[in-house]
């Protein structure tokens, strides 16, 4: 740090509220002018706007305010806040004068006086850290004492436990996490165990906590640093690999690997496996045979396993129409539709129809819409129902439902079907935090629910919707099994399929209207693990361009000029890349292709800056969380509809406005992380869509990420033209290299111990698994036979 960068450090204003311009209450962002008293900065005005994150400031009330000068382009200069405090009374009549202030209903001089008296100079900080102090005091009636420490918490709790997390270098916006969690218990919680952050506090990892921990004194084997570590290893372990569960000889290595990053310390085996049985006594894990899960995985096969057999068990469906009845209204349903349907597909109404659970599945141009549409028509027919949401009573719910996991999936489920489809998180009510409003104690209202995109489901999820279907309901999965797996853990889909319990058809044959797309016909090779031999053959609908990975972004420039010449938009088009950084990157390949879609050229288009990613009215943008409040999801795709700058606007900050399909959202600037630019997008965020043309680089130094499952969604997102650019080699590597490794789960295993009577796996024979299944696993030095590996082998896996 030179000299002028410390003394930036140091400087600090202290003055008086005057007024406040902005106060945003979710996040703490603040705008106030202040009467500066006193500062140590090259500032000669009285007056001085002071902006960033911190509490509601009080009228007539002083603080000190430490940051750094900066000059705004269009406001001027502003004190940009690091940190804060109230600047309270320090003498005796100082706080007799705060205390006996109109702030204090109830506490005259007197009272202030006796307080003071009984507990100190400092009594401010004394009542704040322990109210029960104020019990001492003679006179004070409990309800006034109550009010006080109130109004002290009021006006300081909050500052004085962000001023102490600040020293524990925590900044204004983790702060108030924190502090939303723990409340005025903050301080005390973070000080006796600062590893409950890692539990408790989303964005804080093991080695944060750590360093804290290691400053508080708090290090080596203790049971708590132990104890989160274990919890920490699990939680990313399943969620960046998608496993339900770690085996426990897995769990243990990467444990003390992590507890010895330091180099300070050196953990036994036996220290570790002595915590997860009390971890497991706590109910913070759930130990079963070698394996080990989060409650909240475990639970939820669980509950996936025994709401499946609920609504299995329904048998009013297997007979209600004659199979002559069926036919015949099939037949008429043909004739209406002009549409001759295939056994399979003949099957897969009828076996929708009359059973209470079943799964669609089929690679692309196999008929799966025509099935969906099918369906919901005959349906409507055998029971005498209307298509027409509008026909229906506000008490007497439309009986169908579609959802699928992302916006744009339904969109499509609902352009094919001509019937209202939803996001699985909108249609089961959830709201962010607090959960999901639709469960068995407000099950969902309809007759048969349609999901399609069944692939992209993980565990939580499928628990939460099949916990919100009544008992009579009939329930058609609909997916592709040979697509990538859910972002979260699980593979749900997949475990359905193989463990047979539900009925299922699977369409196999490409029909007639999809027999002509040579990208259909690729993408079933793909699955089978091939790559047919004209690869690199200019077909009518797909073309491969022969580059390296330095040229990647200069054949995607020619390609996009090219396709924007003939009439296509930004919209129409989508490129795919798997990986972030570097020349052929989704970073780099998004500011290419801003230029060329949305360039401001003549300096005319509003524009804002967000770190290094400039964001313009016109562009394409990608949302990456789940809002909502909004109703906006992740994978959603939208266009800035427009700027504000702060000075147009007033709330005095710079935002940005998205549309989703005529949903508009505001983003201030500090949201704007919550979206990207999706010119390009990774193959993972594209799942649920379709585009006219896809444009698709494969190079080898994608050859982590390229597996043949990424590859063949890639190429189903594409309706009319396949663009393939790269290396053939890397492309021919990626399909040969069969799909990601196998997650664990144990949900087929439920559902056939359930549905099959078979036993489950038992990896342990013991009469007494508390005791001798953890002396014989957990006692035993896991690293036998293991004399080679890493903790970085088990990572590497399943990259």
Known sequence: MNLFQEEQHNIYMKGRHIVTIFHNEQNLYSVVRIRVEETNAVYDEKEAVVTGYFPPIYEHETYIFYGKLKEHPRFGLQFHVERFQKDLPQTKDGIINYLSSSLFKGIGKKTAETIVETIGDNAISKILENPSILDSVPKLAPEKAKSLYDTLVEHQGLEQIMIGLNQYGFGPQLSLKIYQVYKQDTLSIIQSNPYKLVEDIEGIGFGRADELGFQLGISGSHPDRIKAACLYTLETYCMQEGHVYIEAKELLVMVKALLEENKRDTIEFTEISAELVKLEEEGKVIIEERRIYSPSLYFSEKGIVSNLKRILSQTQYKDQFPESEFLLALGKLEERLNVEYAPAQKEAIQTALMSPVMILTGGPGTGKTTVIKGIVELYAELHGVSLDIHSYKNDDPFPFVLAAPTGRAAKRMSESTGLPAVTIHRLLGWNGSEGFSRNEDNPIEGKIVIIDEMSMVDTYLANQLFKALPDEIQLIMVGDEDQLPSVGPGQVLKDLLVSQVIPTVRLEHIYRQAESSSIIELAHEIKKG??????????????????????????????????????????????????????????????????????????????????????????????????????????????????????????????????????????????????????????????????????????????????????????????????????????????????????????????????????????????????????????????????????????????
């Open 530 to 799: 091939r790559l047919p031999a004209n690869i690199k053959e200019q077909q009518k609908d797909r073309s491969f361009f022969s580059c390296s990975t330095s040229q990647i972004a200069e054949v995607v420039e020619k390609v996009v000029k090219n396709a924007k010449k003939k009439g296509y938009t930004a919209k129409d088009i989508q490129v795919l890349a798997p990986m972030y950084r570097g020349p052929a990157g989704i970073d780099h390949l998004n500011k290419l292709l801003q230029e060329i879609f949305n360039p401001n050229s003549d300096g005319k288009r509003r524009e804002l800056t967000y770190g290094d990613v400039v964001y313009r009215v016109g562009d394409k943008v990608l949302q990456l969380v789940n809002q909502p409040e909004s109703g906006v999801y992740n994978g959603d795709i939208g266009e800035v509809i427009s700027i504000l700058y702060a000075k147009e606007n007033t709330e005095k900050q710079d935002m940005v406005i998205v549309s989703f399909d005529g949903i508009e959202v505001t983003y201030t600037k500090q949201d704007l992380s919550q979206i990207t630019h999706a010119y390009c997008c990774s193959i993972h965020k594209s799942q649920g869509s379709e585009f006219p043309i896809v444009i698709l680089p494969t190079v080898k130094s994608y050859y982590r990420m390229l597996r043949r499952n990424l590859i063949y969604t890639a190429i189903t997102r594409s309706k009319k033209f396949l663009i393939l650019c790269g290396e053939e080699e890397a492309l021919r590597l990626g399909v040969e290299r069969n799909n990601e490794l196998t997650r664990k789960t144990t949900l087929v295993e439920k559902l056939k111990a359930t549905f099959k009577n078979e036993e489950p796996l038992n990896m342990e024979e013991s009469d007494d698994p508390s005791e001798q299944y953890f002396a014989m696993l957990f006692n035993t030095d896991p690293m036998i036979g293991m004399e080679n590996v890493t903790p970085y082998d088990f990572m590497e896996e399943n990259a």
